[in-house]
C-alpha cells in the first residue's frame, strides 16, 4: 500500500484528505514541519507522496519543501501543495522548488484523488525506468534478463535464486536507504505472504555470500533493518602484487 | 478567492455528504469563537480562521459559508472590524440555512 505524509495543520482539510483517500492508500498526518521533519528524517519511514500545505503553524510550507529538495533522499519525493494560499507567486515559487503539483483549496475530494493516483503512477513509471538501469558498486542489474552482474568488462553473471534477485533489486533501488524486514519481505515474497521476518536475514545471509568480493555491502542496521552501499575497491599493494605473480 | 469557491460544482460524494451535519455543527462552535475573537479585538486570529473556512467549506459542499469565509478573511486582513462584524453576521445566517437546507 502507498504511504502518503500529509503536512496540514487544518483539521478539516485532514479529514477531506482521509476520507478521499479512505482505505487506498497508508495515510500519516504532520500539523507542523518540525513532526515533519522528524517524521522525514527517518529513512525507513519515507512516504512515497507528500501532500504539503503552505501555511504552517511553526513555518512557511514552501521553505520545508526548499530544506528537502536540499536532502539526498527526498530530492525525488513526488509533493503535491495544498493550500487556501493559491496566488500566482505561490504556485510559481511551488513549482521552482520542485513541487510536483500545487492543489487550490477548496478542493473537490475526487479531484484530489485523481491528482495523486496521476502523481504516484508518473512516480512508478520513472521508477521502472530507473530499475531498467539499476546499479550499486560494480554490481548492476538488467531487469529483463534478471540478471545481476558484478565487474564491468566483463561482466560476470552472479547466480542468484529469484528471491534473492527481488531482495538485491529492492535493497538497490533504496538507494541506501535502510529497508526494514517488513520492506524488503513485501519486495521479495510480495503483499500479504507471511513469512517468518528471520526469512530474510537467511536470505540475506546467502546474498552476501555470493556477492563476496564484489564492491558493495550488505548492511545490517541494528533495530531497523538492512541497507546496501558501494565500497571502494582496497588499494592494491605493489609488493604483494609481485609476490603473488613470483 | 471566491470565484473558486463557487465552481466547485462536481457533486460531493456520499462519503461527505454524511459528515456534513458534524461539519455545521464544529462550524458553530467555532463561529463563537470568531465572535469572541472580534470582541477582544484579535482580528489575526479571525482572519486564520476564515481563511480555513474559506479552504474547506466548498469541499463539505458549503460553497456560500467559503465565499462569505473568503470575504471575512479579506476584511479581517485590512483590520476592517466594522465590515468583519457584519461579515460574522453573514456567515451566521449561511450557517443556520445550511443547517436548515441539511434537515429538509
Not at chain 1, 520492506?183 to 537467511?202: M, P, S
Not at chain 1, 568480493?213 to 588499494?235: H, K, M, N
Amino acid at each position: 500500500m502507498k504511504r502518503i505524509l500529509a503536512i496540514e495543520d487544518c483539521d478539516e482539510s485532514l479529514v477531506l484528505i482521509r476520507s478521499a483517500l479512505g482505505p487506498l492508500y497508508d495515510i500519516k498526518h504532520c500539523p507542523n514541519g518540525q513532526e515533519a521533519r522528524a517524521v522525514l528524517g527517518n529513512a525507513s519511514d519515507h512516504p512515497d507522496l507528500l501532500l504539503l500545505d503552505i501555511s504552517l503553524p511553526d513555518g512557511d510550507g514552501l521553505k520545508l519543501l526548499s530544506l528537502l529538495r536540499t536532502e539526498d533522499l527526498l530530492k525525488e519525493l513526488p509533493v503535491i501543495v495544498v493550500s487556501g494560499h493559491a496566488d500566482i507567486a505561490n504556485k510559481v515559487t511551488a513549482f521552482s522548488l520542485g513541487a510536483e503539483d500545487f492543489i487550490a483549496k477548496p478542493f473537490h475530494p475526487t479531484e484530489l484523488r485523481a491528482r495523486i493516483e496521476a502523481r504516484l503512477r508518473r512516480a512508478e513509471l520513472a521508477q521502472q525506468a530507473k530499475l531498467q538501469q539499476l546499479s550499486c558498486g560494480n554490481v548492476s542489474i538488467d531487469i529483463e534478463r534478471q540478471h545481476a552482474y558484478t565487474g564491468q568488462d566483463p561482466r560476470v553473471v552472479v547466480d542468484l535464486t529469484p528471491k534473492e534477485f527481488r531482495l538485491l533489486c529492492a535493497l538497490i533501488r533504496a538507494n541506501g536507504r535502510i529497508l526494514t524486514r517488513e520492506q524488503l519481505l513485501q519486495d521479495a515474497w510480495g503483499e500479504g505472504t507471511h513469512v517468518v521476518d528471520r526469512a530474510i536475514d537467511t536470505h540475506i545471509s546467502r546474498l552476501r555470500g555470493k556477492l563476496r568480493g564484489a564492491l558493495v555491502q550488505i548492511e545490517a542496521v541494528p533495530g531497523q533493518g538492512y541497507r546496501i552501499c558501494a565500497i571502494t575497491p582496497e588499494p592494491v599493494d605493489e609488493q604483494q602484487q609481485q609476490q603473488a605473480k613470483a | 478567492m471566491s470565484s473558486s469557491s463557487n465552481k466547485l460544482k462536481l457533486e460531493i460524494e456520499p462519503e461527505i455528504r454524511a459528515m456534513a451535519p458534524d461539519y455545521l455543527a464544529r462550524r458553530k462552535q467555532e463561529l463563537l469563537v470568531i465572535k469572541n475573537c472580534l470582541s477582544t479585538n484579535k482580528i489575526d486570529e479571525v482572519r486564520q480562521l476564515a481563511h480555513q473556512w474559506k479552504g474547506h467549506a466548498a469541499s463539505f459542499g458549503f460553497p456560500e459559508l467559503g465565499t462569505i469565509a473568503a470575504r471575512l478573511e479579506a476584511a479581517a486582513a485590512a483590520r476592517d472590524m466594522v465590515q468583519s462584524k457584519a461579515l460574522t453576521d453573514d456567515l451566521e445566517r449561511s450557517l443556520d440555512a445550511a443547517f436548515r437546507a441539511i434537515l429538509v
